[in-house]
Antibody
Framework: EVQLVQSGAEVKKPGESLRISCKGSGYSFTTFYITWVRQMPGKGLEWMGR????????NYSPSFRGHVTISVDKSITTAYLQWSRLKASDTAIYYCARQYSGASHDYWGQGTLVTVSS | QSVLTQPPSVSAAPGQKVTISCSGS????????VSWYQHLPGTAPKLLIY???KRPSGIPDRFSGSKSGTSATLGITGLQTGDEADYYC???????????FGGGTKLTVL
């Protein structure tokens, strides 16, 4: 069974760093890109970026490039989304998803709620 | 502002049909496959349609997808109250070298 299991909810202060994770199982992890998607409170889905677990090649949305870092450790089939300095506007639910055919996403993690507040 | 444009909301009665449009450009929908997702609050989005018109295993044929030029459409027939959700289109944008989603459409089954 294909599963993407994300790390738990986080509460952080502005300026702090954070790394959340997404562990894939039940499939060949290096065969499919992992995408990160943001949903801010009351808003829609936003494509943030993706990583090829086989070689760590990344694409970022212009809206997120330079603000987050996507990485992967294929030895433990886990992808990461990282911030060096959080802002209140980073408060959102973050989903990881497996990229399937035609840039669709067939399996999704359960989401990680990140709350940034002083 | 989303790169892909969807109507904010649509509504229809149980048993009826509804369509949701997704408008883009030649750099995204015009030259790439479109996918559609159903998203219920507090849950992970679910893939309904990929490659413009294909349904993953387990998705009923009440859901259909089509694409023409720089626009795509999701159709849902035999509406059920359980279909009330937010629906998103998505595709790749070759100009941005990034994926993009529509702004989402809230479906109300009256």
């Amino acid at each position: 069974e294909v599963q993407l299991v994300q790390s738990g909810a986080e509460v952080k202060k502005p300026g702090e760093s954070l790394r959340i994770s997404c562990k894939g199982s039940g499939y060949s992890f290096t065969t499919f890109y992992i995408t990160w998607v943001r949903q801010m409170p009351g808003k829609g889905l936003e494509w943030m970026g993706r990583i090829d677990p086989s070689d760590s090649y990344t694409n970022y949305s212009p809206s997120f490039r330079g603000h987050v870092t996507i990485s992967v450790d294929k030895s433990i089939t886990t992808a990461y989304l990282q911030w060096s300095r959080l802002k209140a506007s980073d408060t959102a639910i973050y989903y990881c998803a497996r990229q399937y055919s035609g840039a669709s996403h067939d399996y999704w993690g359960q989401g990680t709620l990140v709350t940034v507040s002083s | 502002q989303s790169v892909l444009t969807q109507p904010p909301s649509v509504s229809a009665a149980p048993g009826q049909k509804v369509t949701i449009s997704c408008s883009g450009s030649s750099s995204n929908i015009g030259n790439n496959y479109v996918s559609w997702y159903q998203h219920l609050p507090g849950t992970a989005p679910k893939l309904l349609i990929y490659d413009n018109n294909k349904r993953p295993s387990g998705i009923p044929d009440r859901f259909s997808g089509s694409k023409s030029g720089t626009s795509a459409t999701l159709g849902i027939t035999g509406l059920q109250t359980g279909d009330e959700a937010d629906y998103y289109c998505g595709t790749w944008d070759s100009g941005l070298s990034a994926g993009v989603f529509g702004g989402g459409t809230k479906l109300t089954v009256l």
